[in-house]
């Protein structure tokens, strides 16, 4: 189990330094000077190329790749000075480095973003599997009825609704046109200031990402459930005398469980690692958002956070799910 | 077990008597499905008494697991159409609620099925399973007596080291433990019926019979009555005292284990003697097996639903076996052998050209 872990953590650091490499590859040899947007923006739009040379080489652009991601790299481990206009910083490790836009720490903004990712996933995950799974086993216990098929065809209609749409018109119809109190300040409030605004700020948006997803649970877990309850251990289970309800969740849902776990680790990785049309739309200011502000102003050290964060969010998930399967799944060991 | 329990249980089985534990009667399984009705099972009747087993023998799909599956109640109602009779210790069991049913199931009727690997939980502990069908009809008993009564049932049944071995998941038991743990779940709360649907057809030869001796055991021991499902004539031959053959969901002969085996009077019977291998035989000797397909159960064929792959049909006069279904009546033998089929003298068919290709041995003697 141990060596396992640290196979896989191993394996994961590999992912990481990959995904790394790729960001400032895509940075150095892309076609557009890096150091465009910020030349531009601080110089009112009048960037003159003497002036964008200048700030190539403020930001270290004009250093060959391997110099620059050797620098970020001892960063990450024993912290570095960064030189910013004519002041050196220093930067503590673990240093992300510093926002290219607005001159803070990249640590210290990420710090700033999280909670407010972290509430849109746990709320936004919790609703997935609280209509998800449900809806999932009822229809898979009315398999072939009408009730059964009007709910898988509504469901698929409504997945294939684009989800940006869906959460747009969403927000419209029930912030703006009809101004429904619950739903009507959007947006992230700190939870430990005050936590009816923290709820009411994230309620639609964890109704957005939790009626959207349902409909991907519901079909995971009716064509799991449909499975299972097919099998010959369920026959077993009714032969004992056992109720049906019995038979559903305790021999059924089990099992069932198994896939949909699966899954929702991945998913839930997913929302960890920023939603970036869930916190546009609904006005919150996480990790997805500040990622997109990044990449428009090609804040390369942004740019590269998220992206790692993201990674090491999939990373983490994907160990944890393998784990679950074990304990889930008694016959799986792992090795 | 509390006092108003054990006298439901005893008023199950002093109804039955004199009489046979299980009746049924004329009972038929219909499933609609999108190519019309299948009628998997048709104007089937048999008894067990209690004490005795009835083979049930025939081809997969024959009938033999949906007759049995019926007795438990455990065909879908939406999903199916069931008629005629199944008394249970002089309970009709067709028609019967739900929750009067899930009394009588794993209690006074339980059920070993065929593939242990698949019938038990896969994610949960053999004891927990043998525990859960305990407490289902022990609802006063405690997490330990159930315990302690799996651990009881799985050294009855002959699992080693039983208090280590029942925190086990099923996949650390071998096949034959496995199988045995089944068995043990079917009778841990001493049921009066016991249906066991091919229980030793996923194991290997030796551990077959150490499962039919066990079974055999078992029943001694608590009286109760068995089926026992097969398509293997030396299951039958080993455990029967009477003997049901299906074919196409009908029952084609009906009589004593004995006077069946040695002497069949329908045409299918014959050809499952001749399909058995012999182990002394000479290894150039051919197996006989029985030509064509079982018929389809949505559109069975007219008049005997064996005829087409009946060597005997030209016997029959007036083509009447491909116009009349045979009825299911005593033949030359008694009222105790029952046969579906228009031969007039089977007997001497089967002893002048059956008999002579499976053991002519047994003509010479004569």
């Known amino acids: 189990m141990f060596a396992y872990i640290v196979k896989r953590a191993l394996a994961g650091v590999l992912v990481l330094v990959l995904v790394s490499m790729a960001i400032f590859l895509l940075f150095w040899y892309g076609p557009n000077s890096p150091a465009q947007p910020i030349c531009d923006q601080q110089t009112s739009n009048r960037c003159s190329p003497a002036r964008l040379k200048i700030y190539e080489e403020r930001l270290g652009y004009n250093n060959p790749v391997y110099v620059e991601y050797g620098k970020f790299i001892k960063g990450i481990f024993v912290g570095r000075d960064i030189q910013v206009g004519s002041t050196p910083r220093h930067c503590e490790a673990p240093c992300l480095g510093i926002s290219s836009r607005t001159d803070n720490f990249v640590s210290d903004e990420m710090i700033e973003r999280l909670p407010a990712t972290l509430s849109v996933a746990f709320g936004g995950a919790f609703f997935y599997l609280l209509f998800g799974v449900p809806i999932g086993v009822a229809a898979a216990r009315r398999r072939g009825t009408v009730a059964d098929k009007a709910l898988v065809s509504s469901f698929l209609t409504l997945s294939s609704v684009p989800y940006y749409l869906f959460a747009l018109m969403l927000w419209l119809y029930l912030t703006v046109i009809f101004e429904i109190p619950i739903f009507s300040h959007t947006g992230y409030h700190k939870l430990t200031e005050n936590p009816w605004n923290w709820f009411t700020g994230m309620f639609l948006a964890w109704m957005a990402l939790g009626i959207f997803g349902c409909t991907q649970y519901t079909r995971y877990t009716r064509g799991a459930m449909v499975e299972a309850l097919n099998e010959d251990y369920i026959r077993t289970a009714k032969a004992k005398g056992l109720a049906s309800r019995a038979v559903v969740y305790r021999h059924g849902l089990r099992a069932a469980l198994v896939p949909v776990v699966t899954i929702f680790g991945i998913d839930f990785a997913t929302l960890l690692a920023g939603t970036i049309i869930t916190e546009r739309i609904f006005d919150i200011q996480g990790i997805g958002w500040w990622g997109l502000e990044a990449v428009r102003a090609r804040d390369l050290s942004v740019v590269a956070a998220t992206t790692l964060f993201g990674a090491v969010m999939l990373i983490v998930a994907n160990l944890i799910v393998d784990m679950l399967y074990s304990v889930l799944d008694p016959r799986v060991r792992l090795s | ?366």
Not at chain 2, 11 to 29: I, N, P, Y
Not at chain 2, 224 to 229: P, R
């Open chain 2, 1 to 366: 077990m509390t006092d108003e329990r054990r006298d439901e249980k005893r008023e199950v089985a002093d109804t039955s008597g004199d009489d046979a534990f299980l009746v049924v009667d004329d009972l038929t399984v219909r499933f609609p499905t999108e190519d019309g009705l299948l009628t998997a099972v048709s104007g089937l009747s048999y008894e067990v008494r209690m004490g005795e087993t009835l083979g049930i023998v025939g081809e997969s799909g024959s009938g033999k697991s949906v007759s049995s599956l019926a007795v438990l109640g455990l065909h879908d109602a939406k999903s199916s159409r069931i008629s005629g009779s199944i008394r249970v210790g002089g309970t009709e069991v067709i028609g019967l609620s739900e929750s009067r049913m899930r009394k009588l199931r794993g209690n006074a009727v339980s059920m070993i099925f065929q593939d242990a690997l698949a019938a038990l939980h896969p994610f949960y502990k053999i004891g927990g399973q043998l525990a859960e069908a305990y407490q289902v009809h022990h609802p006063n008993a405690t997490k330990r007596d159930a315990r302690r009564k799996a651990i009881e049932m799985l050294d009855r049944v002959g699992i080693p080291q039983p208090d280590r071995r029942v925190d086990d998941f099923p996949h650390q038991f071998s096949g034959g433990m496995r199988q045995r743990a089944m068995i043990a779940m079917g009778l841990i709360n001493d049921p009066s019926l016991l249906i066991a649907d091919e229980p030793t057809t996923a194991l290997d030869v030796t551990v077959q019979a150490q499962i039919l001796d066990l079974l055999q055991d078992l029943q001694r021991e608590f009286n109760s009555a068995v089926i026992i499902i097969t398509h293997d004539l030396g299951v039958i031959a080993e455990m029967a005292d009477d003997v049901l053959v299906m074919y196409a969901g009908r029952a084609v002969e009906y009589g004593p284990c004995k006077e069946i085996l040695t002497h069949p009077e329908m045409p299918y019977t014959w050809g499952l003697l001749s399909s058995v291998p012999e182990v002394g035989a000479d290894t150039d000797a051919r197996l006989i097996p029985i030509p064509g397909n079982p018929p389809s159960l949505l559109s069975p064929p007219p008049g005997c639903s064996f005829h087409p792959r009946c060597a005997h049909m030209d016997k029959v006069p007036g083509n009447l076996c491909s116009t009349e279904l045979p009825e299911l009546t005593p033949g030359s033998r008694g009222s105790g052998h029952l046969k579906r089929c228009h031969l007039a003298d089977p007997d001497r068919v089967f002893e002048a050209e059956v008999l002579p290709e499976i053991a002519p041995e047994l003509v010479e003697e004569n």
